[in-house]
């Protein structure tokens, strides 16, 4: 999965939070969206499926699929 591999800076196998914020915010911005800190602390809620404050590549493919987001399975 490239966009978590590309977020996943210190090649841990998991996104800490300031990671999925920097990925969130780049998402939002490619869709010229604004995002606010409330926005992002919910995707961050969202994310953290077990709330241990870093989100895993099986946690990052669980809410892709819930919300139906395509997703590469390279």
Not at 10 to 18: A, C, H, P, V
Not at 38 to 55: P, R, T
């Amino acid at each position: 999965m490239d966009m978590f591999h590309q977020y996943d800076l210190n090649r841990d196998g998991e996104i800490q939070k300031s990671e999925l914020v920097d990925m969130l915010k780049d998402v939002f911005k490619r869709a010229n969206m604004k995002v606010d800190q409330k926005v992002l602390n919910y995707y961050e809620f969202m994310f953290d499926v077990n709330g241990d404050n870093a989100i895993s590549l099986e946690e990052f493919i669980l809410i892709l699929k819930k919300y139906s987001m395509p997703i590469d399975r390279q």
